[in-house]
């Protein structure tokens, strides 16, 4: 059963669908029979884009018109389909990929419109998660954390089921208070540890960063100006302008740096994170063609092109799966 939408009218939803997803090139071909669908938008799951599947599990708390999608421009053969029912205003149009950073910002300069105290939750578009139900009710609690202390961000980690190497990680600090048994400081995060050193961290209680955060859009604004000023300025600017389609809102946005949101944004270790512990729910980022077939082999119900994917795959990497 869905959750009632008990959010308040100062809650937003910002999902990211501007990748290439470069990585998975040979599965959606595979799947779709052409070269350049980003993963984001192509068919894995009972027919529906991964795109389509975030976009039901934001639904369980922010409604659509509180929902902002930031796409490419040059995906709009992709997208359109998928995204007829937003307002056009809700859909921010990057002319090129400038990173995580700037994407987001893009969104949160645009859901600060919605009233001085929005509160923001970004999701990307393109991550396998087993459980809809469970996981948005933590994305719930991080919302009402963020009520309760306005200056935080909050972001979900998921407790690791295997030493993971190629994700990041998130080391938890403290308890925030008594009455958050699962929400903790940040001490620091670990991105992409070698299999020993991710080992240890799982032993120590570590989690995987999901990239999904929950903050004031005030908080998440600053955070990323901190790190990266001029960008900051320059985008924020542009957006507030709100001329994405004509040409100098497109060659300003070309100048811009690329920012990671992880790289460059966490990685300063701003005082105002916590890690929301998300446990019982499967996660993947489904980046790699491996890690989707690991995820997929260990569901009961496997999509129909599973079978010629893995058999692809056994001949291309003979020896590299079981048979």
Known sequence: MDLMLR?????????LAGGEGVRLRSVTRLITGQ????????????????L??????????????????????????????????????QILAQPCDRGIAAAMLYGVVRARRLGPDATVGVFPSDHYVSDDERFI?????????????????VLLGIVPDRAEPSYGWIEPARQL???????????????????????????????????????????????IAESSPDMARALAALARAGVEDDRAFEAAFT??????????????????????????????????????????????SRPAWFDNLTLEYRKRFAGRMET
């Open 137 to 153: 009710r933590q994305v719930e609690h991080a919302f009402d954390a963020v009520d309760r202390y306005p200056t935080l961000a």
């Open 52 to 89: 389509e599947t975030t976009r039901r599990r934001v639904a369980r708390l922010v409604p659509l018109e509180r929902t902002f999608f930031v796409v490419k421009q040059g995906h709009r053969r992709f997208y359109e389909p998928l995204l007829e029912d937003p307002k056009r205003s």
């Open 255 to 300: 100048r811009l740096p690329t920012v990671g949101f992880s790289e460059h944004v966490l990685a300063q270790g701003p005082s105002n994170l916590a890690v929301q512990r998300v446990e019982g729910v499967g996660w993947s980022d489904v980046g790699e063609p491996q890690r989707l077939i690991d995820t997929l082999q260990g569901l009961k």
């Open 35 to 50: 070269d350049d669908v980003p993963k984001q938008f192509c068919p894995m799951m009972d027919g529906l884009t991964w």
């Open 177 to 223: 208070s008594s009455w958050t048994p699962n929400l903790f400081r940040v001490r620091r995060f670990w991105e992409k540890p070698s299999p020993q050193f991710a080992r240890s961290l799982m032993a120590g209680g570590c989690l995987w960063n999901s990239a999904v955060i929950v903050a004031r859009a005030s908080a998440l604004e600053t955070m």
């Open 7 to 15: 959010s308040s009218s100062h809650r937003a939803a910002i999902i």
